[in-house]
């Protein structure tokens, strides 16, 4: 995630398990991006390959929703897409090369 954020801006230790804990670390830098830096964390969001509309959704004033809840769930969700993707191909690259 740090990756894709450009910096090290989550100091979350990747051997936990601790979902809980990771989905607050990522709602306290939105928190801080949206007060702060809303273009920050419009680049961020584009950055992750988040859906526009679903931003703007989630930034609307309609409604009685909290943005930052919305906004980190979205990145996580995006993030463990990622992964998924990632470990799928990788798996069809080591079968590839294993036939070849």
Request: glycine share 4%; proline share 4%.
């Amino acid at each position: 995630m740090n990756k894709d954020f450009g910096l090290e801006v989550l100091r979350w230790p990747l051997i936990s398990n601790d979902l809980d804990g990771l989905f607050n670390a990522v709602c306290e830098v939105v928190d801080v991006l949206l007060e702060k830096s809303i273009e920050r964390l419009l680049q961020w969001c584009y950055r992750i390959d988040l859906p526009q509309e679903k931003i703007s959704v989630a930034l609307s004033p309609s409604g009685d929703h909290n943005p930052v809840i919305e906004i980190s769930a979205l990145i996580l969700l995006r993030e463990a897409q990622k992964v998924e993707l990632r470990e799928k191909w990788s798996k069809k690259l080591d079968i590839d090369s294993r036939t070849t």
